[in-house]
C-alpha cells in the first residue's frame, strides 16, 4: 500500500487549543505529540485528550500518528496504551540510533496488538533519524521491520549531536538529507525532510523544500498549519509535469496497442527512466486527487 505524507503537521497532546485550529486542516498526516513538545508534568494530560480527540472523530480523514517517547522510559510504557485508539495509523519512533531500536519498538507494537485485538502489523512505524548514530546505521534501520514506510529527518537533533551549525545553505544537513533519501527510496520508504523553522517566511520555505524535492524526499514536517499549503504544493507534481507525463504514457501504450517497439514523444524516444518517472508522477498525481477527495468527505 502507498502513502501520501507531503506534509507530516506536529501537534503538541496537551495543547487543546493548537489541536482545535489543526481540524480539518489539510495536511496529509497528523503527528500527535507526546515527546519533545509535551513537557514531562503534561504527558498524562496529553494521553487523555490525544484518546479523547481520536475517539470522537476529530481528525478523521487524515493519516493519524502518535510521537511516543524514547526507549527505556517509563513514558513510553503509558504512551503505548494509546494504541487502542480508533483511526490511529502509526507510530513515530523518536532517538533512533540501530536496527535493535526498531527491533524493538516493532516487538512492542507487536504486543500490543494482540493486546487489542488488531491484526498484527496494521501499525506502521515512522522512525526519526535524528542522531550520527542513525545516519551512519541508516541503510541498516530503513529495513529493519515490514512496519516501516517513512525515515524522517529530525534536523534540529542531528545538528545538535554532531556539534553542527546553520548556515544560509543546508550544507551543514546535506549528508543526513542524501543519506536518508537514498535509504528510504531503495528500500520502499517515503523520506521526509526535517521542520523548516522560519515559521512565516514562505518564500524561503519555497525555496528550501522544492530543493528537498530535487533531492528525492517525499514531504515534510511541519510545526505550524501555515505550512500545509505550502508543503503540499512543493511536493506535488505541478501541471507541466503531469501533462508530460500523460502524454508519454499515451504514446507508449499507442505504440504497444499498433504492435510497435520503441515509442516517441516530440521526435524524442522514450527511454526506460523516462516512463517509470511518467508512472511515478502520474501515480503521485492520483493519489492526490484521492485525497482532495477525502478531505471533501470528511467535511
Known sequence: MSYLLRSMLFLPGHNEKFLNKAMGCQADAIILDLEDAVPEPSRPEARVMIRKYMTEGCFA???????VNELN????????????CPGLLG??????????DIHAFDAMITEKEMQ???????????PLIET???VMNIRE??????????????GEDYLADVWGKHFESTDSMATARAMTVMAA??????????????????EGFREEESRSAAMGF????LVTPNQIPWANDCFSPDEAEIALSRDILAAIEEVRRQGGGIAKLNGRMIGPPMRKRAEKVFALHQMIEEMKASYAKAE
Not at 91 to 100: E, F, M, N, S, W
Open 132 to 134: 550520527a548514530a542513525a
Open 141 to 154: 534501520i530503513a529495513c529493519a521491520s515490514p512496519r516501516l514506510i517513512a525515515l524522517l529527518l529530525g
Open 73 to 84: 522510559t517509563a513514558d513510553l510504557y503509558e504512551d503505548l496504551k494509546l494504541l487502542d
Open 61 to 67: 480523514g487524515r493519516q493519524v500518528f502518535i510521537r
Open 91 to 100: 507510530v513515530v519512533a523518536p532517538k533512533i540510533c540501530t536496527p535493535a
Open 218 to 221: 517525499a514531504g515534510d514536517l
Open 116 to 126: 487489542y485485538g488488531l491484526p498484527v502489523g496494521s501499525l506502521k512505524l515512522a
Open 185 to 202: 527510496r531503495m528500500n520502499g520508504l517515503l523520506p521526509i525532510d526535517t521542520p523548516y523553522l522560519d515559521l512565516k517566511n514562505e
